[in-house]
C-alpha cells in the first residue's frame, strides 16, 4: 500500500491546479491546438488528430529521454525539497526586519479593500517571479558555468508538455532558489504595509494569472504546435511559437526569448524574436555540442563534469593573471631556479 500511495505521489502534478501539467490544463491545451490546426492551417479533423498524437514525436528517443527524467526528478525532489529554502522563512526573515526597522508603516494601509490588495498582490507576484524567471534563463544561456545543465533541457528534439520536466535537478534547485528569493520579499512587503487585512496563506494558493497563463494553453509551448499570436501581442506575451524559436537550433534563433509569460522583458532587454513568417523548426542543440540527450548518464553527470572542467579553466585564468609579473603586459612561463621539470 505504502508503495502504491508513493507511485501514486510520482503523478501528482497531474491532479494539482497549480502545475502545468494538471490533467484539466492538458486538456484545454488538447482542444486549442485541435482548433489551431483546423481554423488556422485548414487541416481536417483526421489530419489535426495525426498531428498532435503523432507517434514519431510522442514516443521518440527524445521524448522517452523526457519521460526518464521525469520519474527520476520526482524522486530527487522528494529528498531536496525538505532542504530548500521556502517562502514562508524568506517572508518572514524580511518582515520581522521591516518591523524592526525605524519605518513606522506596519500596516499604514491596512484600510485599503481586500479586493485591491488582493489584485495588487497577485500582479506583483507574477511580475517579479516572471522577471527573475526571464533573468535566470537568461544567465543560464549566458554564463559558461550554467549552459552545461540548461542544454539538457534544450537537448530535447522533439517536445511534448512533459519537456517541461526535462531539466537537470540542478536547474530545478536554481529555479525553486529563485522563486522564494522573488515571491518572499512581496509577501513580506504586503503584508507590512497592509497589515492582517489579509491572510496571506489564503491568496498564496494558485495565483489568478497563472491560473489564465495555464488555461490559455501553457503546455502548447512545448509541443509541434505552432501557436502564434499577432506581433503586438508577441511584445508582451510569449506565445507558444516564440518559446519553440527558443528551442530552434537556426542560428537567427539563438538566444532568444528567455521569458516565462511576459515577453516585455525580452522586449526591454534586446532578446525578442517574434514568430511572425516562421515554421517548420528544428529542435535540439548544434551539432558542436557535448550532447546530453540520449543517455540518462550523460544526461546527469555530463553536466557535472562540464562544470568542473569551466570551473578548473576560469581558475586557471585567474592564476595565470595573478601570477604574471608586475609591468610585464604579456605574461612568460617562468622556470624555478633549479628546477630541471617542466
Ligand atoms: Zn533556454
Ligand atoms: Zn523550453
Redo the contacts with the bound molecule.
Sequence with gaps: MEFFNEVIGLFSDFANPKKRVFLGYLGISLLIAFAWLIFYHKTNIRGAIARIFDRKIWFSGSAQTDYKIFLINRVFTGFISPLLLTQVAIATAIYMALVRSDLTLWGVYSDVSIGVVVGMFSVAMFVADDFTKYLMHRWMHKWPILWPIHKV?HAAETMTPM??YRVHPLEGVLYATRSVMAQGPVIAVFYYFFGDSVNLYTIVGVNVIVFVFHVTGSNL??SHVDIKYPAWIEHVFISPAQ?QI??SIAEEHYDKNFGAALAIWDWMFGSLHVSEGEADLEFGLTENEAHPSSDLYTAYIGPLKEMARVTASFWHRITLVVRRPRGTATARPQRAEGSSSS
Excluded: L
Aim: glycine share 0%.
Design positions: 533541457h519537456t517541461v509551448r512545448h518559446h527558443h528551442h
